[in-house]
C-alpha cells in the first residue's frame, strides 16, 4: 500500500506492504538502521522511535498504522534538541556502553524530556523501564537524563 | 513472503462492513498479537484490519449517568484522563502499571479485553466498575456485562463480524483501589491482581466489589468475599476475615512464574492492604 | 598532563549514540544471502531422516546443507574436540544445529527452517547432573558423563573438623542465568574471488572463530580472515557460541559463493546458545571458637551440557575460587563438570565462580553467627592479606587490597554490625576475589600482540588482538597509546580487531584486556619511543636514555621539542615509526592431583555490602543500596570503571533475585524470551556506591588488573547476607524469589523460630 508520513520531519512516501512491520520498514526499506531489534516482542526497547512524539517500539508497529502519520528515528535526532543534549550527556557521563540500546534508551528519555524538564530519579526510571540495557545498570544512563533536563532547563532560560 | 494485503478502514461503517468476511482479524494497538505472530513464522498471517484512523473509537466521552470509553483509547489516554481519574481510579491504576511507556501508547483497552488473558490487567478493575463492553457489527449493536464476556483463556463470546467499540462505565465515585504482583518492579505480567470497589456509608460497606486477575481460568469476582463485607464496618477483624475468604476464593494453578499455593495468599494479602488503605482514606492503596 | 587516570569519554560514543555505528546486522551486501538453522527437536535421539520438500518449494529458498555437505572436519573444537558444526546421525540437546538452510530473504530462510522436518527415535534424556555423572547405560561423554574432575588437597581436613567448634554444612543451588545481551548473535562470512573469505560479526573471540572456520571449511588459517564488528554485548556469551554461528554462515557462504549473513531470533538465541552453568555446591566449613576458619570441604558439581566447550576451564576457575579469599590450611575440594542432554552451557562473567562465591559467602555469614561474631568482624579475622598463602598454597606477595575495600565499605556506608535499624531491612556482606587473566587452566593462551603505526602527521592507528564488547577496551588502550607517545588522545585510533593484523592473540575473556593487550601496546610503544628517542637525542645533544616523551613534548634534561616536530625530523630522516608489540603473562604452575600450585599471576579484590528491605507479607525484597568497592591495581579510565561496577552488580541483583532459566522434564527451556526470563528493568535499579581501591600489580599497565567480570561475582551472596539480616531467612537456592522467601516465613511460622535460622549444628 502507498504510505504518506512525515519522517524526521521529511514528508515521505512509500509503497510497502501494510503487514510489515514498521522496524523492517525502517531498516530494510529506508535504510535507517540506527532502529535495532533486540526480541521483536516489544520487550527490550531497543527499536523505539517516535509516533507522533510518543515512544513506541517499531517492531509492535505495522506500517500500516503510520500512514499519515509524524515519525522520528534515532537519525532524526540531531533535529530535536532534546535528543541532541541527550546525547551529548550519555557520552559524557559514561552511559553508554555496547550502545546496542543506546539509540532506543535516547528516544525514549527524548519523548519524556519534551513534556518534562524537572524530573525525579524515580519518573527517570518508571519512564525508562521499557528499554532494557544489559551493560550499564542504568546508573549513568539516570544521570545523563537528569543531566540533559538541567541543560535542557538552563538553556531555556537564557 | 507475500502476505495478504492490511485493511485500513476510515470509519467504522467500513470496518464492520470489511470485518464480515471469516479470514480477517482486527488489530488495536497490536501489542499482543504482533507477538503471537512473530512466533508464528511457519503458517501465514491473517490478513489484519488496522483501526487506528477510526477516530470515533479513540473517544473517552461522559454521557447521562456514565463514561464511554472507546476501544481505541490507549492505556496512555486513560492514564492520562482526568474523568477517569475521578470515576475509575482501579483502571487508571492498572493501565499506569502495565507493561512499559512504549507498551502503554499503544495498547488498548479493547484489545486488552478482547486478548482475554487472565491476567489482563484492564479486567480485573473493569468487573468492580460494573463496565459493560458494546459489541457493534454491520448488522448488530449488544451492550454486555463485562464478566459475562469471557468464557476462558483467550476464549470470549464475541460473534465473528463483531468488533468492540466501547467500554461503558456508570458514573461513580465509590473509592476503590487495584493492587497487583508482578515478576519484577516494572515490565511485569501479573502473579495476581486485586481490584475493588466500596460503596461506604456511615462507616460501614454498603456493596462490596472484589475481583481478581491470574487466579483463575478467567478474571472473576469474588462473590463470597463480596457477601462477607456487604454491611461490615471496616475494621481489622473484618479485613483479616475478608482475606481468609478470598483466598479460598481464588482458584490459581502452578505456572512458570508462581505457585497456586502463594498466588492465593498473596490475593489475601493484597485484598488486605487495599482494604487498610480504604480504611486509611487512601482511594488507591499503590 | 597524562590521560591515564582520566575520566576521558569512550572513544565510540558518538558512533553509537546516532545510530551511524554499524553493528553486524546493519550491514548490507549485494546479492547476500540469509540463513536460518535447523534445529534438534528433541534433547536425545537418533536422526532418521530429513523432511525438506515443502521448505525446498518456498520461493526464495536458495540450499540446505548438512553435515555432508562440510568440506573439512565436521568440528567446532573449544576446548575438548566433541561437538560437531551439524549434527550427524545423533542429537544431544533441543536447539542442536542439524542443517543450515539459506534463501533470499531472512523470513524465507526462518520460515525453511521451521518447515524442515527432523524426524528423530526419541531416547530419553539425561537432565540432571547427579544423575548422569557415572550413569551405567547412558553415555554421553565417554564412560562417566565427566568432563573433568578437579581437586584440592591442602592440610588434614578430616583431623582439623575435629578439633572445630563450629561446623556448618550446607548445600547451595544456581540456576542457569542467560547472558540476555541485548544483541543478539550476528554473523556474515562473503568469500573473495582470490579463494580467501572474510567473517565478520559480533564476537569476544575473532580467532576462536578463525579456528572454527579453518577447521569447518578445511582451509588455512591465512585463507580465513575474521573481523569483529561493533558487538552488542557479550558478558561470555559471545566467547564460544560465535564459532558455531560463524560456520553457519561461512558453510553456505563457501559452498554458493555467495555473502551469507545470518542473525538469531531472540527466542531462538536464548533456546540455543550458552547460560551460566547450573550448580550445586554442597560445603562443610569449620572453625574455632577463636573466630579462625580452619577446614573447608567442598563437592562443586556443574551442569556442563551436552558438550565439552568451556566446561572444563569454567570448572578450574570455580574450583580455584571455591574456598573464598579467606586463609585456611585444611582444605579438600572435589569438583566435576559433568555431561547433560542440555544446551552446552559456557562462558559468563565469573566463569564458575560466582556460583560457588554465593556458597562461600553464605557459609561464612553462618560460622560467623554460630561463633557469635558480626559478619565483619569474622572477615577481618580470617579474609586474605599480603604474604597469606591461598587455598592452592599461592602466596600472594603483592597487589592484595581486599582488606582495604573492606575497610573502604564500611567507612563509606557507615555501617556497623548490630547498629539499630529499620524493621525489615537488613545489610549483607561478601567480600570476594577474582584471579585476573586464563590462569594456569589456560596458559597456552596468555600471550597477546599489538601493532602500533604512528603517522607523519602525528595521529597513531594500533591494532590489537582483544576486542571492544562494551567494557571500554578502545578507550583505555587509546589512552595507553596517546600517553607512550605523548599525542593527544583525539589523535589515536583503533582499528577494529582483525585476525589479519596481529597474531594469535587468544581470547576476550577472564577480565585481561587491559592487562595484555595493554602490556603489548606498551611493547611496541616502547619500540617507537626509541626511535623518537634517538632522533630528539641527536637534535638536543644528549643520549636517547636522558629523554623523556610526555604529553606533546620531548624532552632531556634541559630542553625540549614539541613531539609534532620530532615526529616530522623522524620521517625526514627515514626512521620506521611503526612496530609490533608482545606481551606473554608470567608463569603460573597447577598441580593436578593436590590442585596445589600459582594459579593466577595475579587477583583482583572487592566488598561488596548490600541494604534491603523485605516484605514480610509477600516475600518482595528491595533492594536499597549496594557498596562496590575494588581493588584493580589502577584505574586507567575511573568512569568506565565505575561503569563496570554499577553494570555488573546490576547483573548480580538479576542473578540473586529473579533470573532464572528452567528446563522442563523433556529438556525444553522454559525461558525463552524476555516476558518470562526476567532481566532487571531501570525500576529494579538500586542505588550503587563504586568505589575504587588501587593496590598496583607490578607486571601491569600503569598498575592495573583486569576486574571486569568480578563487580557481578559478590552480589547473590551480599543480598542473600542481607535478606537473613532483615527477616531471618537463609535461602541456599538462586534466585532468592519472593515465593522462597514467602515460604521460609510462612514455614516458620508454623513450626518454631530457631529452625530455619541456622546451618546444622554439630
Redesign the interface.
Known amino acids: ?1 502507498k504510505l504518506t508520513f512525515k519522517l524526521n520531519g521529511k514528508k515521505t512516501l512509500i509503497d510497502a ?3 510489515m ?1 514498521l522496524i523492517d520498514l525502517l ?1 530494510e526499506r529506508l ?16 527499536c ?1 522511535v517516535l ?1 507522533d512524539n ?4 517499531s ?7 503510520i ?2 502519520r509524524s515519525l522520528i ?3 532524526g ?2 533535529k530535536m534538541k532534546e535528543a541532541e543534549a ?2 551529548t550527556a ?5 552511559a ?8 532506543g534508551m ?1 528516544l ?1 528519555a527524548a ?2 524530556l519534551r513534556t518534562h524538564r524537572k524530573l525525579s530519579a524515580a519518573q ?19 544521570e545523563a537524563v537528569e543531566a540533559a533536563a538541567i541543560k535542557l532547563k538552563n538553556g531555556k532560560r537564557k | 513472503m507475500i502476505r495478504s494485503e492490511t485493511i485500513v478502514p476510515r470509519s467504522l461503517a467500513d470496518a464492520l462492513r470489511v470485518l464480515i468476511r471469516r479470514d480477517v482479524i482486527p488489530i488495536a494497538g497490536g501489542t499482543d498479537i504482533l507477538v503471537k505472530l512473530h512466533d508464528r513464522i511457519d503458517r501465514p498471517w491473517p490478513q489484519l484490519i488496522v483501526l487506528d484512523n477510526i477516530k470515533q473509537l479513540k473517544k473517552i466521552d461522559v454521557g447521562r449517568g456514565h463514561i464511554d470509553i472507546g476501544a481505541m483509547a490507549t492505556f496512555t489516554d486513560i492514564e492520562r484522563s482526568k474523568i477517569l481519574s475521578k470515576y475509575a481510579m482501579p483502571l487508571v491504576t492498572a493501565v499506569s502499571l502495565a507493561g512499559s511507556v512504549q507498551i502503554r501508547n499503544r495498547a488498548t483497552i479493547g484489545g486488552n479485553i478482547a486478548n482475554a488473558s487472565p491476567a489482563g490487567d484492564t479486567i480485573p478493575p473493569l468487573f468492580v466498575l460494573d463496565a459493560q463492553i458494546e459489541l457493534r457489527s454491520a448488522k448488530s449493536v449488544r451492550l454486555v456485562k463485562i464478566a459475562d464476556f469471557f468464557n476462558g483463556p483467550g476464549k470470549t463470546i464475541l460473534k465473528s463480524g463483531e468488533l468492540i467499540t466501547k467500554i461503558r462505565i456508570p458514573l461513580s465515585d465509590y473509592p476503590g483501589f487495584f493492587l497487583r504482583l508482578g515478576t519484577r518492579k516494572a515490565l511485569a505480567i501479573s502473579k495476581v491482581s486485586v481490584a475493588g470497589r466500596f460503596k461506604i456509608t456511615s462507616n460501614s460497606i454498603a456493596e462490596a466489589r472484589v475481583a481478581l486477575g491470574a487466579v483463575a481460568p478467567t478474571v472473576i469476582r469474588a462473590a463470597k468475599t463480596e457477601k462477607f463485607l456487604n454491611g461490615k464496618t471496616l475494621d481489622e477483624a473484618t479485613i483479616e476475615k475478608a482475606a481468609e475468604i478470598v483466598r479460598d476464593e481464588a482458584r490459581p494453578i502452578d505456572d512458570i512464574r508462581s505457585s497456586a499455593e502463594y498466588r492465593k495468599n498473596m490475593v489475601g494479602v493484597l485484598l488486605k492492604r487495599g482494604l487498610r488503605g480504604l480504611m486509611n482514606g487512601f482511594v488507591n492503596a499503590d | 598532563m597524562s590521560v591515564i587516570g582520566k575520566k576521558v569519554v569512550r572513544r565510540e560514543a558518538s558512533a553509537k549514540s546516532s545510530g551511524a555505528g554499524l553493528f553486524t546486522d546493519d550491514i548490507k551486501i549485494n546479492g547476500m544471502l540469509h540463513a536460518a538453522v535447523v534445529r534438534s527437536p528433541v534433547a536425545r535421539g537418533r536422526i532418521i531422516r530429513l523432511e525438506s520438500d515443502s521448505a525446498r518449494r518456498l520461493a526464495g529458498f536458495e540450499g540446505l546443507f548438512t553435515y555432508k555437505d562440510i568440506p573439512g572436519r565436521n568440528s567446532v573444537p573449544i576446548v575438548i574436540d566433541d561437538q560437531p558444526c551439524l549434527a550427524e546421525n545423533k542429537v544431544n540437546y533441543i536447539g542442536e544445529p542439524v542443517a543450515v538452510v539459506v534463501a533470499r530473504t531472512r523470513e524465507t530462510a526462518r520460515k525453511a527452517a521451521q518447515m524442515v522436518k527432523v524426524v528423530c527415535r526419541e531416547q530419553p534424556p539425561l537432565l540432571d547432573p547427579e544423575k548422569a555423572k557415572n550413569h551405567s547405560r547412558i553415555h554421553l561423554f565417554g564412560d562417566d558423563n565427566i568432563f573433568k574432575h578437579m581437586r584440592i588437597r591442602r592440610g588434614d581436613v578430616e583431623a582439623a573438623f575435629r578439633d572445630c567448634d563450629v561446623i556448618v554444612e550446607n548445600e547451595y543451588k544456581t540456576p542457569y542465568q542467560e547472558h540476555a545481551y541485548i544483541e543478539p548473535q550476528a554473523m556474515i562470512a562473503v568469500p573473495n574471488p582470490d579463494g580467501t573469505i572474510d567473517i565478520s560479526g559480533s564476537m569476544q573471540c575473532p580467532f576462536y572463530v578463525r579456528k572454527a572456520v579453518t577447521t569447518v571449511l578445511g582451509l588455512s588459517d591465512s585463507t580465513v580472515r575474521v573481523i569483529q564488528c561493533a558487538t552488542g554485548g557479550a558478558f561470555g556469551g559471545k566467547e564460544d557460541v560465535p564459532s558455531l554461528v560463524a560456520c553457519q554462515a561461512a558453510l553456505p557462504a563457501w559452498l554458493l559463493k555467495k555473502p551469507v549473513k545470518i542473525v538469531y531470533d531472540r527466542t531462538e538465541d536464548m533456546i540455543c546458545t550458552s547460560k551460566r552453568h547450573p550448580a550445586i555446591v554442597r560445603y562443610k566449613s569449620g572453625a574455632t571458637k577463636d573466630g579462625i576458619l580452619r577446614a573447608v570441604e567442598v563437592e562443586y558439581i556443574i551442569d556442563g551440557g551436552a558438550y565439552a566447550t568451556l566446561s572444563t576451564v569454567v570448572l578450574f576457575r570455580g574450583t580455584v575460587h571455591s574456598v573464598g579469599p579467606y586463609r585456611c590450611e585444611n582444605i579438600k575440594v572435589d569438583s566435576y563438570a559433568v555431561a547433560t542432554n542440555k544446551v552446552p552451557a559456557g562462558a559468563f562473567r565469573g566463569f564458575g565462580s560466582p556460583q560457588v562465591l554465593f556458597a562461600v559467602e553464605s557459609q561464612m555469614d553462618q560460622l560467623a553467627e554460630r561463633l557469635g561474631l558480626d559478619p565483619l568482624e569474622f572477615r577481618r579475622r580470617n579474609i586474605l592479606k599480603r604474604n597469606d598463602l591461598t587455598a592452592t598454597g599461592q602466596k600472594l606477595e603483592y597487589s592484595v587490597g581486599l582488606e582495604e575495600t573492606l575497610e573502604r565499605v564500611v567507612q563509606v556506608s557507615g555501617w556497623k554490625p548490630g547498629q539499630e535499624k529499620e524493621n525489615d531491612t537488613g545489610y549483607g556482606l561478601s567480600t570476594i576475589f577474582y584471579g585476573v587473566g586464563l590462569g594456569a587452566g589456560g596458559k597456552h593462551l596468555a600471550r597477546t600482540g599489538a601493532a602500533v603505526i604512528l603517522n607523519a602527521d602525528g595521529s597513531a592507528t594500533f591494532s590489537v588482538g582483544t576486542t571492544e564488547i562494551g567494557q571500554g577496551m578502545t578507550t583505555v588502550l587509546s589512552q595507553i597509546v596517546a600517553d607512550q607517545l605523548g599525542i593527544p588522545l583525539e589523535w589515536v585510533s583503533m582499528i577494529p580487531t582483525d585476525t589479519s593484523r596481529v597474531p594469535d592473540s587468544g581470547p576476550t575473556v577472564a577480565s585481561r584486556s587491559t592487562t595484555m593487550s595493554g602490556n603489548a601496546l606498551l611493547d611496541a610503544c616502547r619500540k617507537i619511543r626509541r626511535q623518537l628517542a634517538e632522533e630528539a637525542a641527536s637534535r638536543l645533544n644528549c643520549r636517547p636514555e636522558e629523554i623523556t616523551i610526555d604529553d606533546g613534548f620531548v624532552r632531556s634534561k634541559t630542553k625540549s621539542l614539541p613531539i609534532l616536530e620530532v615526529i616530522k625530523s623522524c620521517v625526514a630522516h627515514r626512521r620506521c615509526l611503526a612496530a609490533d608489540g608482545w606481551h606473554v603473562s608470567p608463569p603460573t604452575s597447577w598441580d593436578d592431583e593436590t590442585g596445589q600450585g600459582d594459579a593466577y599471576v595475579v587477583y583482583s579484590w572487592a566488598t561488596n555490602l548490600a541494604l534491603v528491605k523485605v516484605d514480610r507479607e509477600t516475600g518482595e525484597v528491595d533492594v536499597r543500596k549496594i557498596w562496590a568497592a575494588h581493588d584493580i591495581g589502577k584505574a586507567i579510565n575511573p568512569a568506565l570503571a565505575a561503569g563496570q561496577i554499577e553494570g555488573g552488580a546490576l547483573q548480580g541483583l538479576g542473578y540473586a533475585l529473579m533470573e532464572e532459566a528452567a528446563v522442563d522434564s523433556n529438556g525444553r527451556l522454559l525461558n525463552t524470551e524476555f516476558s518470562t526470563y526476567i532481566l532487571p528493568t531501570a525500576e529494579d535499579q538500586p542505588e550503587i556506591i563504586p568505589e575504587i581501591v588501587e593496590h598496583p600489580y607490578p607486571d601491569g599497565p600503569y598498575g592495573a588488573k583486569g576486574f571486569g567480570e568480578q563487580p557481578l561475582m559478590g552480589i547473590a551472596p551480599a543480598i542473600a547476607n542481607a535478606v537473613y539480616d532483615a527477616v531471618g531467612v537463609r535461602i541456599k537456592d538462586l534466585p532468592i524469589t519472593p515465593e522462597k522467601i514467602w515460604r521460609a516465613l510462612h514455614d516458620r511460622g508454623k513450626s518454631s523460630p530457631q529452625e530455619s535460622k541456622t546451618g546444622k549444628n554439630r
Do not use: W
Not at chain 1, 538502521?33 to 526497547?45: P, Q, R, V, Y
Not at chain 1, 517492531?59 to 498504522?65: N, T
Not at chain 1, 519512564?127 to 539516570?142: E, P, V
Open positions: 500500500m506492504p501494510g503487514n512491520r531498516r535504510e535507517l538502521t540506527g532502529t535495532k531489534e533486540g526480541c521483536g516482542k516489544g520487550e527490550c526497547g531497543a523505539t509516533l510518543q515512544a513506541v517500539c517492531c509492535l508497529v505495522l506500517s500500516a498504522q500512514d499519515g528515528t534515532i537519525e535526532a540531531e541527550l546525547r550519555f557520552a559524557e557521563t559514561g553508554i556502553q555496547c550502545g546496542f540500546c543506546t539509540p535516547i525514549s519523548a519524556l527517570i526510571k518508571r519512564h525508562l523501564a521499557g528499554n532494557l540495557c544489559r551493560c550499564t545498570g542504568y546508573s549513568k544512563i539516570i
